[in-house]
Structures are given as structure tokens and as C-alpha cells.
């Protein structure tokens, strides 16, 4: 069975620019979790959902970091616009219950 | 007290000896308590997790022991091996929630 699917692995863009990363959880996994991972704050849950549904967003830093979960299958993240403070390795999980498994996670690098 | 506590920053350890990483946490609600190993560019996999309800678990060379009165968890890593060379991360929930908060995590170096 395929993990949590992330995509794109690498994004560098410049600051000002619009960026989305997208996530694909594990099929049957009811809860997807976006966290961002950094040397200086080490790993920072941003945002969850469960069933599609926003439950948490006190992690995302400011109004520029929005989440959508369109559907059970897929999750984006989108900043807008981005920041070099934003360069990060920006990782999804998703999970039934307690147990969490992440994604590859993507490196965004914002110059 | 949402605080997940992680000692050491970094570990160097020999090729056969026992890793030890340790983690404290504040909050009584928590009830759920995984490891996570991180390599290189790689996300965190589980590793091994424990509920307070028992103060030690094993899986093959992984072992989590638990101390609930003192609130704190550590994992044992036996016969460390070169190939357990990563960053391990501990990290406390409560079932409630499902939101994790993550130790800062410890280096491991097992030289061979």
C-alpha cells in the first residue's frame, strides 16, 4: 500500500510568490495533519483536519498559510504570498487514530 | 505545559553499546507516547510507542521505558548499530485530540 504522497519534493521560488504544496494521504486514513520543520523550531504542527473538516489551525503563522481538504484523498497547503522566513521542509501525515505516518515531506526554499 | 522535554541534543555512541534518549512531559492528560526516527532528507517513521498503562515496552533492539509518577520516557536502543544512525524524536498526545507535541529531537551517531 502506498504512504502519504507529497508533491512537489523541491520548490524554490522567489519571495512574493504564490506556492502550494499538496498532499495525498494514506487511503482510509480519516485524519491528515500538516507540519513544518525547521533547525530553529524543530517540528510544528500547522494545521489538522479530520474527516475534510479544519479542526486546529492555531499552528499557521499568519493569514498568508491557508489548508484546504477538498476531499478525503487530497490536502493542499498554499502561502501566499511567501516569505524567505517560510523556507522550510514542509511535511504531511495522516492517520486512523493515534498513530501518525508521514510523507517525504517537501523542502520549499524561498530566496 | 504542552511542553515535550528531549535530552540529549546529540548522542555519539560505539557500534554495540545501548543508546539512551530521554524525554519529560508536563501535562497528565497525555496518554500516548511514540518514538519517531527521522533520517536524512526522509520523513519520521514510528517507531515504537507506549500508553502509560504499561512502564515498558519492547520491539526487537527498541525499548520505551515509562515512569509515570516521575513523567518522564526514555528509549533504549540495545546493540546500537550504524545503520540506527539518525535524529529520533519523542512525542506526547492525548487521545482526545490527536494532536502531537514533539521533543526537539536528538542526533544519534553510531561509529563503527
Known amino acids: 500500500d502506498a504512504g502519504v504522497i507529497q508533491s512537489p519534493r523541491h520548490e524554490v521560488t522567489e519571495m512574493g510568490q504564490e506556492v502550494t504544496l499538496r498532499c495525498k494521504p494514506i487511503s482510509g486514513h480519516n485524519s491528515l495533519f500538516w507540519y513544518r520543520q525547521t533547525m530553529m523550531r524543530g517540528l510544528e504542527l500547522l494545521i489538522y483536519f479530520n474527516n475534510n473538516v479544519p479542526i486546529d489551525d492555531s499552528g499557521m503563522p499568519e493569514d498568508r498559510f491557508s489548508a484546504k481538504m477538498p476531499n478525503a484523498s487530497f490536502s493542499t497547503l498554499k502561502i501566499q504570498p511567501s516569505e524567505p522566513r517560510d523556507s522550510a521542509v514542509y511535511f504531511c501525515?495522516?492517520?486512523?487514530?493515534?498513530?501518525?505516518?508521514f510523507g517525504p515531506g517537501t523542502r520549499l526554499t524561498v530566496t | 505545559q504542552q511542553q515535550v522535554k528531549q535530552s540529549p541534543q546529540s548522542l555519539i555512541v560505539q557500534k554495540g553499546g545501548i543508546s539512551i534518549i530521554n524525554c519529560a512531559y508536563e501535562n497528565t492528560a497525555f496518554d500516548y507516547f511514540p518514538w519517531y526516527q527521522q533520517f536524512p532528507g526522509k520523513g519520521p517513521a514510528l517507531l515504537i510507542a507506549i500508553r502509560p498503562d504499561v512502564s515498558e515496552k519492547k520491539e526487537g533492539r527498541f525499548t520505551i521505558s515509562f515512569n509515570k509518577s516521575a513523567k518522564q520516557f526514555s528509549l533504549h536502543i540495545m546493540d546500537s548499530q550504524p545503520g540506527d544512525s539518525a535524529t529520533y524524536f519523542c512525542a506526547a498526545t492525548h487521545s482526545g485530540t490527536y494532536k502531537y507535541i514533539f521533543g526537539t529531537g536528538t542526533r544519534l551517531k553510531v561509529l563503527a
Open positions: 501525515a495522516s492517520s486512523t487514530g493515534l498513530e501518525q505516518y
